[in-house]
């Protein structure tokens, strides 16, 4: 039997299959985009209400379905999937509301008469999905809750994975991602941020920087006092790049 673990991330989504007993990670896939046009959220909202909501649920349910394919087991034999993501793509993912995400204001939110939109943690079944899709008659799928309108899944999966939560010390987490979440905890207290670290399209005070692609930068060594880049090529492996002075 295999769980998968499932990442939707703004730029792409990633995932793991592992053996249930043994815990091994038996395979990785990795998207080199998202399913939906543009990239940034605001996009894929602007797509989902434009569009349709249904045609972006659809589209996103379609790649996972081949990322399944893809790992290459029996749909009989996957018992869970764990799913991660910012509040807009965990909620496309479920295909419940989204607007209270894409307009700011209260006044806004009432006159299209959403009210009191939950995101908290859900475990169902995965053919509530899947069904037409992929059918899986075993499998279960667990979503975590959303912290807050900006802070997603992620953040609190890095907290519990950090063993944050219980720690006496000031201490602090981030996740670089398309968009990057960031948790202090000092006491008792937890204090969460968000912030765009991707392309300056998203962030619009970024300067500098790219999707992890071919020709990013993935790592830096020291090399007869120069700095040696490391890049990622055309199969997002990492090769040597230019040696620059430091």
Not at 126 to 154: L, Q, R, S
Request: glycine share 8%.
């Amino acid at each position: 039997m295999y769980v998968i673990s499932l990442d939707l991330g703004t730029s792409g989504f990633r995932s793991q299959l592992i053996e249930l007993e043994t815990h091994e990670t038996i395979k990785t896939v990795v998207t080199m985009g998202h399913p939906l046009p543009g990239g940034n959220v605001m996009d894929h909202l602007d797509f989902a209400i434009n569009t349709g909501q249904d045609v972006a649920h659809g589209l996103i349910i379609e790649t996972i379905k081949k990322i399944l394919i893809e790992f290459n087991v029996k749909p009989e034999e996957i018992k869970r999937i764990a799913v991660c993501g910012n509040p807009i793509q965990l909620s496309l993912f479920q295909n419940i509301e989204i607007r209270d995400l894409a307009y700011a204001g209260e006044n806004k939110i009432k006159s299209l008469g959403i009210e009191d939109v939950e995101r908290n943690s859900r475990i169902f079944p995965a053919n509530e999905i899947f069904k037409d899709v992929y059918t899986m008659d075993n499998c279960e799928v667990i979503v975590p809750p959303a912290i807050k309108h900006e802070i997603g899944a992620d953040a609190l999966a890095m907290m519990l994975e950090t063993d944050f939560i219980n720690q006496t010390e000031p201490c602090l987490v981030t996740d670089y991602g398309t968009n990057a979440e960031m948790a202090l905890k000092v006491g008792d207290r937890i204090i969460t941020a968000s912030a765009a670290a991707g392309p300056s399209i998203e962030g619009q005070g970024v300067d500098c920087g790219m999707l992890a692609g071919p020709g990013a930068i993935s790592d830096v060594s020291s090399e007869n006092g120069y700095w040696r880049l490391i890049v990622l090529d055309e199969k997002m492996n990492s090769s040597q790049g230019t040696a620059r002075s430091s």
